[in-house]
């Protein structure tokens, strides 16, 4: 299933998901809510279910500016990831150059592990593209 150019399943503010045919790219600005990392976190499980399989993923928290999330949200929403049951392995990479976001997505990574999961972090967005597309 190839989509050209990608297609945007989600485009409310402060998040874009955009799907093509290897990644679900997650772009996140602005001011970024609990319960709208929340709403996110289900987004992309639907987004597992109805393609039939699971993409690789690269978040980008580049443009996020605030965050209201804590550690009781990053560990709710690390252990729904933790006890998911994938349709097979997949990467996912998370870029977070600022030193807060970088911490938060170290907490998830950390409290998420799952063994379907390869997730790492990286502090620019070349870094992470470059790593996934080392296991195309």
């Not at 550690?71 to 990467?91: C, D, P, V």
């Not at 976001?101 to 950390?110: N, S």
Request: proline share 4%; net charge negative.
């Amino acid at each position: 299933m190839a989509f050209d150019p990608p297609m945007i399943i989600s485009n409310i503010m402060p998040y874009q998901i955009q799907v093509d045919a290897q990644i679900i790219r997650i772009i996140l600005t602005g001011y970024v809510t609990k319960t709208e990392m929340i709403d996110l976190a289900g987004e992309t499980a639907l987004l597992d279910a109805n393609f039939g399989r699971t993409f690789d993923r690269l978040t980008d928290l580049s443009a996020v500016k605030k965050s209201d999330s804590d550690y009781e949200t990053i560990s709710s929403l690390a252990k729904e990831r933790q006890k998911r049951i994938f349709q097979q392995k997949f990467r996912s990479a998370i870029v977070a150059p600022n030193p807060l976001d970088y911490g938060c997505a170290r907490m998830f990574q950390t409290l998420s592990e799952n063994p379907s999961v390869d997730r790492q972090i990286f502090k620019t967005m070349v870094e992470a593209e470059l790593w996934l597309a080392s296991n195309a």
